[in-house]
């Protein structure tokens, strides 16, 4: 059962412009979410966290934005940079949890 | 995540044949888990360790799949008699001593592509 689902498995956006990265849970236990980058043939490197008592957490050109009625999330990159252009990884936990559930990634492509 | 150290980068093993995967933590970090990337798909879960203890590997498979986590020594997941649907990257993480969805950030190494022919 996919717990963690990103819908939308590629994008494609102009250098300077806004990225939007979405993410959907079913889990109600989930309160920690994360935000990974993935380079081919390398890791996933941690971006951004944001826990359940925040709507909203920023780093710089990163912000994540969480709707919990609506158990969403979403990333915003903005301006975006060509060395964005990488897998993004959505993932959750609980708490009292320490596995990570992972989306399926979004491929992201900024066009310069 | 350059400080979690995984080798081989890249595995080549035919059907039947076993499989050793090596993750060494960052150090000062004592938490250390596998998971599996299968194409098109996301990370899944497969054994969380800590050292001498495995304490949850709910997501590996029952059979051919093993892990330890030994006193001195890296991470080994062992997959014995492989078979092509084990090809996959396997990727491991370490944490400090604190869980995962506390406020910590798991650190993951750049994992391991194993191909079964």
């Known amino acids: 059962d996919q717990q963690v689902k990103q819908n939308s498995p590629s994008l494609s956006v102009q250098e300077g412009r806004i990225s939007i990265l979405n993410c959907d849970y079913t889990?109600?236990?989930?309160?920690?979410f994360l935000w990974y980058k993935k380079y081919p043939a390398e890791g996933p490197t941690f971006l951004i966290s944001?826990?359940?008592?925040?709507d909203k957490n920023e780093d710089g050109r990163f912000t994540v934005f969480l709707n919990k009625s609506a158990k969403h999330l979403s990333l915003h990159i903005v301006p975006s940079q060509p060395g964005d252009s990488a897998v993004y990884f959505c993932?959750?936990?609980?708490?009292?949890?320490?596995?990570?559930?992972f989306g399926a990634g979004t491929t992201v492509t900024v066009r310069a | 995540n350059a400080g979690v150290m995984q080798n081989p980068r890249h595995l080549v093993r035919r059907r039947g044949q076993e499989a050793r995967l090596r993750c060494s933590p960052m150090k000062g970090h004592s938490h250390v888990y596998w998971y599996r990337q299968l194409p098109e798909e996301g990370l899944k879960f497969m054994v969380y360790l800590q050292k001498e203890n495995i304490i949850d590997e709910s997501g590996m498979p029952k059979e051919r799949f093993s892990a330890e986590f030994p006193k001195e020594g890296p991470s080994i997941l062992r997959i014995q008699q492989v078979v092509r649907g084990d090809s996959a990257a396997y990727f491991c993480?370490?944490?400090?001593?604190?869980?995962?969805?506390?406020?910590?950030?798991?650190?993951f190494g750049q994992g391991t592509r194993l191909t079964v022919v």
């Open positions: 993480a370490s944490s400090p001593p604190s869980m995962v969805g506390s406020g910590t950030e798991a650190f």
């Open positions: 993932a959750a936990s609980a708490r009292s949890d320490y596995k990570l559930s």
């Open positions: 944001i826990s359940s008592i925040k």
């Open positions: 889990n109600s236990m989930f309160d920690y």
